[in-house]
């Protein structure tokens, strides 16, 4: 529904994933539980097969509403929002599906956040990326930083507040693509479809994998995978697969 503070769309295989709460999509406790349910049931569809998130209007996600903060004199409030804070970042980083993230403007704090947990990242030109928790007298986002920044770029993000550009992101090798505002939904959804066209059963191993190997050393992860393909050799989308590239046809995937 247009109404909702994170709409769902699903086409061809593909969701699109929308933070709706105007005017800068700052996360309450509400939008939070609604991007939980939403990769939650992403991850349980049968007709999705990769999502999408983006932001509407210009600016993709402020971060935290400050107005939604805990209470710190409520024994326990402070708990329940940290729990709910990590499980918005969780449920798209276990979603069972790849997720693409297409930053359609502004992404601080939490936002970056949101982007660091999709699978890929794509941008506007008019995207910029920082962690201002300093500036407002805190110190959180350095798990998040860390996956997408080296060192040196990362600490002064994170002590400064600095704002990095998208094109500097895609100089650096960080995103994908950094587009005209008027591009970046359409060249996600070529990227998306390219997904959507391989096997559902072996694109859920590979989420999997690519999850389970950033943890692992490498001579336990090159087993972790080995296993898999064991797996997905037995399937019918692998013998489908090689049927297809045999008879220099399209595949059709069954998901089984």
Known sequence: MSGDIVTLEVSDNIALVTLNRPPVNALDRAMRDRIVAVFDEISERQDVRVAILTGAGK????GADLKDRPDPNKIGAFHSHNRITRETGNCIRECAKP???AINGVALGAGVGLMAS???????????????EINVGLAGGAAMLNTLFGR?????????????????LYRLGIIEACTTKENLLPEVMKLAREIASKSPIAMEYAKNAANMVELMPPRDAYR???????ALSKTEDAKEARMAFLEKRAPVFKGR
Not at 224 to 230: C, G, L, R, S, Y
């Open 59 to 62: 600016v993709f996600c402020s």
């Open 99 to 101: 997720v693409i993230a």
């Open 118 to 132: 999709c699978d890929i990242f794509y941008a506007c030109e008019e995207a910029v990326f920082g962690m201002p």
């Open 152 to 168: 040196s770029l990362m600490r002064r993000m994170f002590f400064t507040g600095y704002r990095v550009p998208a094109a500097e």
């Open 224 to 230: 972790f995978e080995q296993n898999i393909t064991m």
